[in-house]
């Protein structure tokens, strides 16, 4: 079975195509760059963007992999959360597609196609296995049973663990979204120069806090000065906590919930600190812990196209009347799934 995925959810318009036997075929994402001057991402501007480039993008993709348009067996799109009119893009796109190839559609929770990303790697995971879904919009700490079957451990009170990476990239000077750069300059930084809270760590529980880091990234900025070599260290000093943080709560997972398998996904998945310190930690505590590869970290079709082409396996698929879901609670997908 051979399914094209398409991802429009945020700023980033991309393609895939996923073989159920094969594995992926090929894919291709575009990141918006007409959001740059704004320091976020403009809604309006998204979606005219999704709609000049998601069209020539499948034509490019099926060019790129020489496959026929007829050799479609289904079609996965995001279909929530996001930005509402990115996603009817994606989502009146996919539809449209599959009723002129004759094949069915199916909508994929944004969350769970990032989740399911490590599949697309050599080592995989199995179920069940604990995930840490740290992306721009959510923060997760997830028991995995199986497709459909989560159940929230803890997630964010605040901003999500990238929200705060740019946000505070924002204050250093760094172009949106400043995460990836912010990651960059702290590499030059001293870390132990200033020390940042590890936000909800002195208390049980795995739910988390970032919004207060930017404050603190603030009023060091404002107290210190904003010469080179100190926002490099608030870089740094920052970097240090969130990883710190997420390290801890994923250590707490493990211990309360008995699994030995983490799987951690979502753009700041792509972040060397937290790799490499979360990969120390799996060989301390016996774990394995799973990532995808650094393009499929980020917003990308390989991992819609996934997950969509085991939805579609079991048969499920969307009638020609579809809806997107701008906010889609993670636990709203079980209840669906379980009743299958
Ligand atoms: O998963 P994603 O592409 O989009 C959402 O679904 O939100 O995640 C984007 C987020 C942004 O906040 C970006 O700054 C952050 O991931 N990010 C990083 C790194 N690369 C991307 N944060 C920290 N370090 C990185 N290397
Ligand atoms: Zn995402």
Known sequence: ??????????????????????????????????????????????????????????????????????????????????????????????????????????????????????????????????????????????????????????????????????????????????????AKLAERGDQKRFIFPKPMTDRPGLDFSFSGLKTFALRTLEKFGDDAQTKADIAAAFEKAVVDTLMIKCVRAVKQTGLKQLVVAGGVSANRALRNGLSLLAEKHQINVFFPRHEFCTDNAAMIAYAGSLRLKRGEQLSLGFDVRPRWPLNELVAKTMRL
């Open 1 to 182: 079975m051979l399914v094209l995925g398409i991802e429009t959810s945020c700023d980033e318009t991309a393609v895939a195509l996923y073989h159920a036997e094969q594995g992926l075929v090929g894919h291709i994402t575009y990141t918006q760059a007409a959001h740059s001057d704004f320091g976020g991402v403009v809604p309006e501007l998204a979606s005219r963007e999704h709609l000049k480039k998601l069209m020539p993008l499948v034509k490019e993709l099926l060019h790129q992999t020489s496959i026929d348009k007829k050799e479609i067996d289904g079609i996965a799109f995001t279909q929530g959360p996001g930005l509402a009119g990115a996603l009817l893009v994606g989502a009146m796109t996919a539809r449209t597609l599959a009723y002129a190839l004759q094949c069915p559609a199916v909508g994929v929770h944004h969350l769970e196609g990032h989740l399911l990303a490590p599949f697309l790697e050599p080592k995989k995971p199995s179920y069940p296995f604990i995930a840490l879904l740290v992306s721009g919009g959510h923060t997760e700490l997830v028991s995995v049973f199986d497709q459909g079957k989560y159940v929230p451990l803890g997630e964010t009170l605040d901003d999500a663990a990238g929200e705060a990476f740019d946000k505070t990239a924002k204050l250093l000077g760094l172009p949106y979204p400043g995460g990836a750069m912010l």
